[in-house]
């Protein structure tokens, strides 16, 4: 049974950092890309972060750049995404996600398996 499962998440202050895991069971990660998306009440899911199979290639929203950083470790069959200099805004449901592609492709469409979410909280 191919599974995602998120941990990580949790209520930090403005400016905190927090790192999200994305570990998978059932099939081997490093042949997928893999990314994070959000949710924020009442908003619709947005994509955050891309990483290619082998990790050589990242992709980011353009909020998120220069504060977030995706890293996998192929050996733990583990995703990471490293939240930095966090703000109000970033308050969401984070997702992870693996595609069939093994590249990234500049785009968030075509993600077949998804974790079931961990919450990010970023409030005083």
């Known amino acids: 049974q191919l599974q995602l499962v998120e941990s990580g998440g949790g209520l930090v202050q403005p400016g905190g950092s927090l790192r999200l895991s994305c570990a998978a069971s059932?099939?081997?990660?490093?042949?997928?890309?893999v990314a994070w998306f959000r949710q924020a009440p009442g908003k619709e899911r947005e994509g955050v972060s891309c990483?290619?199979?082998?990790?050589?290639?990242?992709n980011y929203r353009n909020s998120v750049k220069d504060r977030f950083t995706m890293s996998r470790d192929n050996a733990k069959n583990t995703v990471y995404l490293h939240l930095n200099s966090l703000k109000s805004e970033d308050t969401a449901v984070y997702y992870c996600?693996?595609?069939?592609?093994?590249?990234?492709?500049?785009?968030?469409?075509?993600?077949?398996?998804w974790g079931q979410g961990t919450q990010v909280t970023v409030s005083s």
């Open positions: 996600a693996a595609s069939e592609r093994y590249h990234c492709a500049n785009t968030f469409w075509g993600f077949d398996y």
């Open positions: 059932g099939f081997t990660l490093e042949t997928h890309a």
């Open positions: 990483i290619s199979g082998s990790g050589g290639d990242t």
